[in-house]
């Protein structure tokens, strides 16, 4: 048996800014209405002001198979808001749901269910006033009331069943994942459920010194320009009449510039540097999207790149930026041994350590080695540069050699990642020159 679904839903938590987890979880959320079909059959509503459909109850009780685009999101909704108001419901399984939008990327086609429609030329496609009524009636206004026009609602409802007409006929196109990808799936939505773990005791010091040092750069800033570190087209003409002109106000830009000026030019640009990184700003996102139970969840996209590769939603936590100062703990930073312009370098050189392990349990991290070069030396019979791998030799730091025309032992820790990232990107281009050493 296939059921395939969708909700509408509103909340006073904002979804974009804190995540499905976090919004299905919240107590301001609510169900506004249920569109589902039972295999073939025509396409149902269910409302809250009425009796819980016995056909669909029934279905959930059998394990039936749940179809949904973006199906995690219905997931949540179903296990955490419709089952706390209707005990008798059973929650869904990672391995009942079956994702269209896993589906359709997995086969190259858009993650969106109106653009995947389209491109695949359905007739039946979804119904684009939604994304208008939504506005209108899923989001508070200022005084943290909703929208309750009979008229409107009635048209959400249509929209919900249209999206379920939609999603079925997709699917119906659509082949299903392989079974080795559906594993996959399953395995990466039971990782999403179970959370990263961090401190957000430690999270929430942090932030309160990120703000405090931000402020303290605003003040110096505003003394010195006249604007807010943030108005940054107004400090782009004040750097202007300082004989500062630069083509943009990107970091690499400003940071670049850095050295061609003194006096108060100079230490504007240090203060735009130093409140430009971007490390501190995920201490925020944390606390926004941090579960209940100190978990930061649903942070891993199946397919979320074109190549099939994961990516990361909500907080980058593929991409951790390596800290900027070494040995830099926590409890040293909360203890104000970093002051100056090196106190938001320390904060965001904290940012790692923020994750840990809960309590009696231990992290390990696992990484393979150059992996995506062994992988693309396999695949083109790459006899010599495998050669390297086996005989333990370090292909970076020989590539730099090449480069800085020193001697491998010479190689610096730095030259080497330098050049690691870059072979990793261009190994096609440089496998000549390579192959002459």
């Known amino acids: 048996m296939t059921i395939h679904f969708d909700f509408e839903t509103r909340s006073t938590v904002d979804l974009k800014t804190c995540g499905m987890h976090r919004y299905a979880e919240s107590i301001g959320t609510e169900i506004l209405c249920l569109g589902y079909s039972i295999d073939d059959s025509p396409v149902e509503l269910w409302t809250p002001d009425q009796p819980f459909p016995s056909d669909l109850l029934q279905a959930a009780k059998n394990n039936a198979l749940f179809y949904a685009h973006n199906v995690v999101f219905d997931f949540l909704i179903w296990n955490h808001v419709l089952c706390a108001k209707h005990p008798e419901i059973p929650k869904l399984q990672p391995d009942q749901l079956r994702d269209v939008a896993a589906m359709t990327v997995a086969y190259g086609l858009p993650r ?24 209108q009636l899923c989001k508070p206004d200022k005084h943290g009331n909703f929208n309750n026009d009979p008229e409107k609602l009635q048209k959400l409802y249509a929209y919900c069943e249209q999206d379920v ?34 401190a957000v005791n430690e999270i929430q010091q942090l932030q309160a010194l990120v703000e405090t040092e931000f402020a303290t750069y605003n003040t110096e800033c ?22 500062c002109a630069l083509p943009n106000m990107q970091a690499a830009t400003v940071e670049s510039a850095l ?39 649903g942070q891993i996209l199946y397919h979320g790149a074109s ?11 593929q991409n951790l930026a390596r800290p900027p100062l070494k040995n830099i703990t926590v409890e040293d930073v909360l203890a104000g041994k970093h ?14 350590s923020v994750i840990k392990a809960p309590k009696n349990q231990t992290f390990i991290d696992a990484d393979f080695a150059s992996i995506e070069n062994r992988i693309a030396y396999w ?15 370090d292909e970076y730091k020989k590539f730099a050699s090449i480069m800085y025309r020193k001697p491998v032992n010479d190689i610096s820790a730095n030259e080497r990642q330098v050049h690691c990232r870059h072979l990793q990107s261009y190994t096609p281009l440089y496998s000549r020159r390579l192959e002459k050493l």
């Open 112 to 135: 969106s269910l109106n653009e995947a429609s389209k491109a695949l030329e359905l007739t039946t496609l979804k119904d684009d006033s939604g994304s208008k009524l939504i506005k």
């Open 222 to 243: 505003q003394t010195l320009t006249g604007y807010n570190l943030t108005q940054k087209a107004k400090i782009k003409q004040w750097l202007s009449t300082q004989q």
């Open 165 to 198: 007409r939609t999603v079925r006929a997709l699917a119906d196109k659509l082949p299903e994942l392989t079974e080795h990808e559906q594993a996959i799936w399953v395995n990466t939505q039971r990782m999403n459920q179970r959370g990263l773990p961090v």
């Open 307 to 317: 190549t099939g590769r994961f990516s990361s939603a909500g907080i980058n936590i």
């Open 379 to 393: 695949v083109v019979d790459d006899k010599h540069h495998l050669d390297l791998f086996i005989n333990g030799e």
């Open 259 to 297: 050295s061609k000026h003194q006096g108060n030019v100079h230490r504007v640009l240090e203060l735009l540097t130093i409140a430009s990184g971007s490390a501190t700003k995920k201490l925020s996102k944390m606390l926004q999207v941090a579960s209940s139970d100190g978990t930061l969840k």
């Open 339 to 352: 002051d100056g312009n090196q106190k938001l370098k320390a904060i965001a050189s904290c940012i790692r």
